[in-house]
T-cell receptor, first 113, second 114 residues
Framework: KQEVTQIPAALSVPEGENLVLNCSFTDSAIYNLQWFRQDPGKGLTSLLLIQSSQREQTSGRLNASLDKSSGRSTLYIAASQPGDSATYLCAYNYGGSQGNLIFGKGTKLSVKP | DAGVIQSPRHEVTEMGQEVTLRCKPISGHDYLFWYRQTMMRGLELLIYFNNNVPIDDSGMPEDRFSAKMPNASFSTLKIQPSEPRDSAVYFC????????????FGEGSRLTVL
C-alpha cells in the first residue's frame, strides 16, 4: 500500500532557525514528489516539485531533496520567519501517471517571533 | 489566470439533502482532481479526469457520490443524499501534462452536514 509519513506532526521553533521537515514514502517507483504549504482555511500551494530524475530543487529559502533509494525527502527552510507558519505537506506521484498522488498528513510548523 | 475556482466556499445542509460542489480549473489544464480533506484521514483523492474523461474514480466512497466534467472549464461533485460523515473540506485541483505535473489547488469547499 502506498503511504507517506511525515515526522514530526508538529514543530515549534524560534524565528531565525534553520529547520528540516521529513517525509518518507513506501514506493521507489515515483514520477515526482511535491511539497505543499497549507494555511488555515486555505487550499494547498505548491512550493517545490522534484522530478524522479532529480535530487533536489531550490526556491528562495527553501530546498527540497529526494532520495528514492531510501524513500525519503526533506524540506529545508533557512532562516525561518513567522510568515512560514503553516502546515507543510509532502505528496508523491507513483506509477508514472499524474493522477496517482499520495499525500502525507503534514507537519504543522509554528515559527515564534 | 485566476487560479482554480471553487464554489460554494461554505455549505451547511441537513442530512438527506443533495449537495453540489463546483470547480473551474485553470484554463489549459487537462487534468482535474477532486480531493477530500478531514482531520482523521488527511487528503484523499476521490476522482480525477483527463481531457474531461474520468480516469480513476476508485476513491469515490459510495454511490452517493458522483462527479462530472461536461467541458474543459467546469466540473461538479455531487453528493445525494448527504450524510453527517460527508462533512469535510472538498478541494478541486488541476494540472497540465506540459507543466511537469505541478498541482494547483482551489481554496476548497467546506461542507457541514447536520
Amino acid at each position: 500500500k502506498q503511504e507517506v509519513t511525515q515526522i514530526p506532526a508538529a514543530l515549534s521553533v524560534p524565528e531565525g532557525e534553520n529547520l528540516v521537515l521529513n517525509c518518507s514514502f513506501t514506493d521507489s517507483a515515483i514520477y515526482n514528489l511535491q511539497w505543499f504549504r497549507q494555511d488555515p482555511g486555505k487550499g494547498l500551494t505548491s512550493l517545490l516539485l522534484i522530478q524522479s530524475s532529480q535530487r533536489e530543487q531550490t526556491s528562495g529559502r527553501l530546498n527540497a531533496s529526494l532520495d528514492k533509494s531510501s524513500g525519503r525527502s526533506t524540506l529545508y527552510i533557512a532562516a525561518s520567519q513567522p510568515g512560514d507558519s503553516a502546515t507543510y505537506l509532502c505528496a508523491y506521484n507513483y506509477g508514472g501517471s499524474q493522477g496517482n498522488l499520495i499525500f502525507g498528513k503534514g507537519t504543522k510548523l509554528s515559527v515564534k517571533p | 489566470d485566476a487560479g482554480v475556482i471553487q464554489s460554494p466556499r461554505h455549505e451547511v445542509t441537513e442530512m438527506g439533502q443533495e449537495v453540489t460542489l463546483r470547480c473551474k480549473p485553470i484554463s489549459g489544464h487537462d487534468y482535474l482532481f477532486w480531493y477530500r480533506q478531514t482531520m482523521m484521514r488527511g487528503l484523499e483523492l476521490l476522482i480525477y479526469f483527463n481531457n474531461n474523461v474520468p480516469i480513476d474514480d476508485s476513491g469515490m466512497p459510495e454511490d452517493r457520490f458522483s462527479a462530472k466534467m461536461p467541458n474543459a472549464s467546469f466540473s461538479t461533485l455531487k453528493i445525494q443524499p448527504s450524510e453527517p460523515r460527508d462533512s469535510a473540506v472538498y478541494f478541486c485541483a488541476s494540472s497540465s501534462w506540459d507543466n511537469t505535473g505541478e498541482l494547483f489547488f482551489g481554496e476548497g469547499s467546506r461542507l457541514t452536514v447536520l
